[in-house]
T-cell receptor, first 116, second 117 residues
Framework: AQSVSQHNHHVILSEAASLELGCNYS??????LFWYVQYPGQHLQLLLK??????LVKGIKGFEAEFIKSKFSFNLRKPSVQWSDTAEYFC??????????????FGKGTHLIIQP | DGGITQSPKYLFRKEGQNVTLSCEQN?????MYWYRQDPGQGLRLIYY???????QKGDIAEGYSVSREKKESFPLTVTSAQKNPTAFYLC????????????????FGPGTRLTVL
């Protein structure tokens, strides 16, 4: 079975600081990788995704993530965070061979707080 | 507006009662999913369905049941056999991948917070 590890459960940063949230997964085959964000009181929404190709993917709101296959990692980054980035962030994975219609495996989430 | 609706937003039930959570989508998606979210635990897959009248167990299906009689609807029943039912329940949907090397983005509903007293 797959598993996803997010290294930091709680992160507190000041505005304009750089952000990196770690994500590692256990599956050794082809994977699809996702970062979802849950802003306070809002639906879970997709930040970015990786399926194949360029391992550096860009998402919404200035976020990006890098897939490093040798490290089984898909870390999320943002060069300068804003107060509005305060949210819960989830890394998720599914097996690429199955086409991904059989559900996602999520990490436990990182609660990010940005202080003005 | 296209999207996923879940009702109710908050639900309270007495211990030992079954309860059914609603999920409806008008995105014309074939696949639908139910997840459970607990604080500090992330989301865990309960059941999923790729086609009408068919569904599969996820990682934590015990104590839950589903049906998929219509493409648009995927209700979840939390039965009295579920030992710890108090949680936030999220429904999602997606298109089916078009081939072995495609992927699906899942779209999520607003969730239902179930509290069992």
């Amino acid at each position: 079975a797959q598993s996803v590890s997010q290294h930091n459960h709680h992160v507190i940063l000041s505005e304009a600081a750089s952000l990196e949230l770690g994500c590692n997964y256990s599956y050794g085959g082809t994977v699809n990788l996702f970062w979802y964000v849950q802003y306070p009181g809002q639906h879970l929404q997709l930040l970015l995704k990786y399926f194949s190709g360029d391992p550096l993917v860009k998402g919404i709101k200035g976020f990006e993530a890098e897939f490093i296959k040798s490290k089984f990692s898909f870390n999320l980054r943002k060069p300068s965070v804003q107060w509005s980035d305060t949210a819960e962030y989830f890394c998720a994975v599914n097996e690429g061979s199955g086409g991904g219609a059989d559900g996602l495996t999520f990490g436990k989430g990182t609660h990010l707080i940005i202080q003005p | 507006d296209g999207g996923i609706t879940q009702s109710p937003k908050y639900l309270f039930r007495k211990e030992g009662q079954n309860v059914t959570l609603s999920c409806e989508q008008n995105l014309n998606h074939d696949a639908m999913y139910w997840y459970r979210q607990d604080p500090g635990q992330g989301l865990r897959l309960i059941y999923y369905s790729q086609i009408v009248n068919d569904f599969q167990k996820g990682d934590i299906a015990e104590g839950y049941s589903v049906s998929r009689e219509k493409k648009e609807s995927f209700p979840l029943t939390v039965t009295s056999a579920q030992k710890n039912p108090t949680a936030f329940y999220l429904c999602a949907s997606s298109v089916l991948p078009r081939g072995p090397e495609s992927y699906n983005e899942q779209f999520f509903g607003p969730g239902t917070r179930l509290t069992v007293l």
